[in-house]
C-alpha cells in the first residue's frame, strides 16, 4: 500500500502556503475527470521534480518551491500538459488531455 496522502482539492488543515507555492488541479478528458493518470511536476529546465496519481475524481496536488513549474499527465484517455508561474500561494492547474 502507498503511504501517499488521498488527493483531494481541501487543503489538509495547517497547509503552509506563506513560504511555499501549492499546485493542485484535476486531470480532464474533456469534461470528465481521469483518475489514476501519472502526473509529473517538472521544473523551469524541464527536469522532473516529483509525481503523483490523480484520485479517482482526477485531482492531484504538489508543493513546490515559487518558480517555472509545468504539470503534465499521462494516462490511458490521453496525455496533456499545463504550464504556470507561482510566487508562494495556492494556484489551481487543471490538465487537459488530448
Known amino acids: 500500500m502507498c503511504g501517499a ?9 495547517g497547509t503552509n502556503t506563506v513560504d511555499q507555492a501549492v499546485l493542485q ?17 517538472l ?3 524541464g527536469e522532473f ?11 492531484f496536488r504538489f508543493y513546490a518551491a515559487p518558480g517555472s513549474w509545468t504539470v503534465r499527465a ?5 496525455n496533456g500538459q499545463a504550464s504556470v508561474t507561482t510566487a508562494t500561494g495556492v494556484y489551481s492547474v487543471d490538465v487537459v488531455l488530448d
Open 74 to 78: 499521462l494516462s490511458r484517455s490521453g
Open 43 to 45: 521544473d523551469g529546465t
Open 25 to 41: 488541479g484535476k486531470v480532464l478528458h474533456g469534461a470528465d475527470p481521469v483518475g489514476g493518470a501519472f502526473v509529473r511536476l
Open 5 to 13: 496522502p488521498e488527493q483531494t482539492l481541501d487543503l489538509p488543515p
Open 49 to 59: 521534480t516529483a509525481e503523483v496519481v490523480s484520485s479517482p475524481a482526477g485531482d
